[in-house]
């Protein structure tokens, strides 16, 4: 048999054991090779198998730890993560429509005062402020009409 036969016989042995989440060692990988590899040291003293086994190994101890992650990590505790991050979006959303409201009110205010002008008199450096405002409906929306002054003596 040729070296790259063994190398894939170590590779198939150690996948099926990792997938069956079986201890990696020396002693197993020989033990399930039907005899191609009689003894431990027949994979250690080739260094290109002793590599592949270690490597293994090391690729087990880290889907363990992935393993372990995601079981210490029940239904019910994902449930109420979820359930939380849910509420904290909810609150979220409160604090956002609490503050338009209360910007919709300082700019009516400052409507009041001096209009726009007021406005960029107080925030001359963000322009863009008032494009994200409309964006999100803060600003209060009104028609403005003319009044005709023949009509308003009547």
Known sequence: MSAID???????????????????????VSERSDGRFPHATSLTRR??????????????????????KFSKSS?????ARIAAL????????DQVQLLTSSHRAA???????????GWRE????????????VEMGALPQAEVQSLDPRKADT
């Open 107 to 117: 700019i009516l205010a400052i409507g009041r005062i001096g209009g726009m002008k």
């Open 86 to 93: 849910e509420a904290e979006v909810a609150s979220l959303r």
């Open 47 to 68: 260094e290109h198998l002793r590599e592949r086994v270690e490597k293994a190994v090391e690729r087990q101890k880290a889907v363990r730890a992935v393993a372990l």
């Open 6 to 28: 063994d190398i894939q016989l170590v590779d198939e042995i150690v996948e099926q054991m990792i997938q069956l989440d079986t201890t990696i060692t020396f002693r197993q």
């Open 75 to 79: 239904p019910a505790r994902s449930a």
């Open 122 to 133: 107080h925030f001359p450096a963000y322009s863009e402020a008032v494009n994200t405002l």
